[in-house]
């Protein structure tokens, strides 16, 4: 059961169950909501319902008054959804996101290339006539018969080739549905999916040099947005920090190198963490943090960083980013949150970091 | 395609723009003289964003119908003398403690807040700091109203004004908000805004509020919610607050790191009077201390601090003492103000069993080794008549001012003293903590008004203890000693005779 909650001014549908408080809903979404006590006594995360009806549940009656509750204003810490509700938070509008329906997709696996020992790459070309519109960066849902749901990949080919999307996945030792992709999908067959979701995509109207740190398949997003970018003659600096364990881990160098050597702004930086010492290998070794570290000297300020990876390598770069002074408004990370991401215990010191 | 409707952020922005200017007359350094000497550098005051997005109407429009709802329940309570409701006499001496030890600050910090509003030079914290402002004197005033009714029938809280400034615990938490108060404007932000208001703020006013709602004293339980409805602006910006200091500068993070470390210090060392309270004072208790510091400090500091590691700050200096210190300190605390008690504007009393069964299960490792025995001998002191009285006054710790009982970190049977030296003169100490303070800043702390200091120095109204307590205007027989035999127990237990009669 539950209710679809609509969020202003992000236009996002999400849905909610049954008991489930708005603010928990969205969080685990990923959208941050302004909040603080967590229990309806705050008000922090006051919020405006445009349409549908809530049950307020426990908000005190001094963090809501009755004449905010008359105002169509709720609590999005207490609010319960009784209806399909759309509700407008104090959401900072971003210029650079478009508002692209998500729509439900039918396509054919074109292509399988073994990028390397557990990554495959598949080509999904869509339908004759029917093309996909999305922002470099986003991601799609793709049904996985084996475990009667979905699994979200980034789309790794840029916007401009919206008659198919290629994805990269790694095989998760014993993990069902990649298995399922590596094992069992062949060339011809016939797969689902939805999308675009996500807000992680380039920032492009802020300008500036551009940094770009990514942990192995996470590679996908930052790939979908230089093609992107280079396509268009974005002219600021971008550099790309790939990171993966060995040699053998390492994909799309030729590609990178390519771009590299037609785009004078565009650096293309592989990283092995794990490649053995006596290895011939003359790049940069070290985890991405290090690596980014060391080729920017330890400094950040002016950039504008997207980070996509394990949650680890995540972290530590946002460490290392803001030890050299680029800070929460110059970041941005896509991580896919799981059911039990939302319960970890975070303060309110970030929002999206 | 309708034109699009204004963000809530947007339409803030077109409300607010034009709020602050570069001044002609005179140069800027010169209106605002106070927000350079303390080594902060700010590059970019527009930087700071504004979380609170709440115009002035809107805030008088709210802040009227807290006031009228909350007056409403004042009312209610008073006419149906809720006050003879409550689970038992003893409480009211928690509504005491808060009104004179914690009320007060309530003024300093509206006073703070209005002189730090004044001199910051960016916009958005000025207003913030003015809004803050209008709540802490918007909760002075409803603490003093809800308290009112308590007066009317019980001892200790008719001089809480003057007592505040005279009294020897009560020069805690003063000393606590004048310490704040005479910093520069930068510190006091870090120290009330981001230490008291944000990371202390919890351990404060959830046991006191939820002592309250346990405790039948829907009074108070009400003014507590309606000042936590004002605690979201205060918290985020005590967050804001130190983000921005964080982000504007590198030479900002060992100015923040240092004041971090004093005021958390400072804040867990006032803390300790909550400490008594919800351990000692509340009939019927909500958790012990120690719980309460597992929650609202391990826990939540925790992923606070994790959180602003990021930045390069540290968990406060001393965290983990203060953490082994909860075990400790309400127990200490309370064989002060039992040893003291003619000297206390409230009463105290030693626990009964069933609360000392409490305190066994709550404090497994501490209580029955420590503590137990002592409350015990002095139980059995009080039946042969010999109820035990310290008539000696206390060392002061120069820094926090609370007397110095307090035992050496790892070691509960032995006191912890500290001392430094300065122009010739020895200044002593309760803790590592408190030394650190002090010698980060010699000159302020020398200055210190210490309540026994002033007795001794012949400030305090004479030598003598009756001298001392006529100074403070404490109603002696009344307003201090233990709960059995007081007053107050004698006008509670009429009250639950006469119920018990027409219940027959």
């Known amino acids: 059961m539950g209710h679809d909650l609509t969020i202003e001014p992000l236009g996002e549908t999400i849905h909610v169950e049954d008991d489930q408080t708005i603010l928990d809903a969205c969080l685990r979404h990923g959208i941050w909501l302004p909040h603080a006590c967590g229990h309806g006594l705050c008000g922090t995360c006051k919020v405006d319902v445009v349409d549908g009806e809530v049950d307020h549940a426990d908000a005190s009656p001094f963090a809501l008054m009755d004449f905010e509750r008359s105002d169509g204003k709720t609590l999005a810490c207490t609010a319960r959804l009784l209806d399909d509700v759309t509700i407008e938070a104090e959401i900072d509008e971003d210029p650079d996101q478009r508002r692209i329906a998500v729509a439900d997709y039918a396509a054919t696996v074109t292509a399988i290339e073994d990028l390397t020992h557990d990554v495959k790459g598949l080509r999904l070309t869509l339908d004759p006539g029917t093309t996909i519109d999305f922002q470099a960066g986003q991601y799609v849902n793709l049904t996985i018969p084996a475990v009667r749901g979905t699994r979200a990949f980034s789309i790794a080919n840029p916007p401009q080739e919206n008659g198919h999307v290629d994805l990269q996945i790694r095989r998760v030792p014993g993990g069902v549905g990649t298995g399922w992709v590596h094992d069992a999908v062949k060339v011809g067959d016939r797969v689902a999916f939805s999308g675009p979701y996500g807000r992680f995509f380039v920032r492009k109207s802020r300008g500036g040099p551009l940094l770009f740190l990514a942990g192995g398949t996470g590679v996908s997003s930052p790939r979908s947005m230089i093609l992107d970018l280079s396509a268009e003659g974005y002219v600021a600096p971008m550099t790309l920090i790939h990171g993966v364990r060995t040699q053998a881990d390492l994909y799309d160098r030729a590609l990178f190198e390519e771009l590299a050597a037609k785009h004078p702004n565009f650096r293309y930086v592989p990283a092995l963490s794990a490649e053995p010492e006596e290895s011939a290998w003359a790049g940069e070794r070290g985890f991405v943090h290090e690596v980014a570290e060391r080729v920017f000297e330890r400094r950040f300020e002016g950039m504008t960083a997207y980070l996509c990876g394990p949650p680890p390598m995540i972290e530590a770069s946002i460490g290392a980013l803001m030890k050299g002074r680029l800070f929460e408004r110059h970041i941005f990370t896509e991580r896919f949150l799981t059911a039990s991401d939302g319960a970890e215990k975070k303060s309110p010191v970030f929002r999206r970091i | ?504």
């Open chain 2, 1 to 504: 395609m309708a034109p699009k409707k204004l963000g809530l952020k947007q339409r803030y922005a077109h409300m607010t723009r034009g709020l602050d200017w570069e001044t002609t007359y005179q140069p800027m350094d010169a209106v605002f003289p106070y927000d350079t000497f303390e080594g902060i550098k700010i590059k970019d005051w527009s930087a700071w964003e504004d979380p609170f997005r709440l115009t002035m109407d809107a805030y008088w429009k709210f802040q009227a119908e807290k006031e009228r709802k909350l007056y409403a329940v004042l009312d209610a309570f008073a006419q149906n003398n809720g006050q003879t409701g409550v689970s038992d006499g003893r409480y009211v001496n928690v509504v005491k403690l808060f009104l004179t030890g914690i009320s007060p600050e309530e003024y300093q910090a509206h006073r703070g807040f209005a002189f730090t509003g004044r001199h910051l030079r960016g916009a958005g914290p000025r207003v913030a700091c003015q809004m803050q402002s209008l709540d802490e004197l918007r909760h002075i005033q409803t603490q003093i109203h809800t308290i009112s009714h308590y007066n009317k029938y019980f001892d200790g809280i008719s001089e809480f004004p003057h007592m505040h400034d005279r009294v020897w615990y009560l020069s805690v938490p003063k000393s606590f908000f004048d310490d704040a108060r005479t910093a520069g404007p930068f510190e006091f932000m870090i120290a009330i805004g981001f230490a008291f208001e944000y990371v202390l703020t919890n351990l404060l006013f959830v046991p006191f509020m939820s002592g309250a709602a346990y405790n039948g004293d829907m009074s108070t339980v009400t003014f507590g919610f309606s000042a936590q409805s004002d605690e979201s602006r205060h918290m985020t910006l005590g967050i804001e607050v130190i983000k921005f200091l964080l982000e504007q500068h590198p030479d900002n993070l060992p100015i923040v790191q240092k004041w971090v470390d004093k005021w958390f210090w400072r804040g867990h060392r006032v803390l300790g009077l909550v400490a008594m309270m919800m351990d000692y004072m509340l009939p019927k208790k909500v958790m012990s201390w120690k719980e309460a510091w597992e929650i609202y400090f391990t826990e939540a500091g925790g992923s606070l601090f994790q959180d602003l590691a990021r930045y390069g700050l540290k968990a406060p200096k001393y965290a983990d003492v203060a953490t082994a210190d909860a075990e400790h300190i309400s127990h200490q605390n309370w064989a002060v103000f039992y040893q003291y008690t003619h000297a206390a504007a409230f009463h105290t009393w030693m626990p009964d069993k069933e609360h000392l069964d409490w305190l066994s299960e709550k404090y497994p490792n501490t209580f029955d080794k420590y503590y137990r025995p002592r409350w015990e001998m002095w139980a059995e002191m009080e039946k042969q008549g010999k109820r035990f009285y310290n008539p000696s006054l206390p060392q002061l710790c120069q820094v926090c001012q609370i007397p110095m009982a307090y035992t050496e970190p790892g070691d509960p049977t032995k006191i912890a003293f500290r001392c430094s030296e300065v122009g010739g003169e020895t200044y002593h100490f309760c803790s590592d903590g408190c030394k650190d303070i002090f010698d980060g800043e010699p000159e302020k702390y020398v200055q210190s008004w210490l309540p026994v200091h002033q007795i001794f120095q012949g400030a305090c109204g004479g030598a003598t203890i009756p001298d001392v307590l006529n100074y403070y205007r404490m109603n002696v027989g009344a307003d201090n000693m233990d709960y059995v035999g007081s007053p107050d127990e004698k006008l509670w237990n009429e009250w639950h005779a006469g119920k018990a009669r027409e219940a027959v």
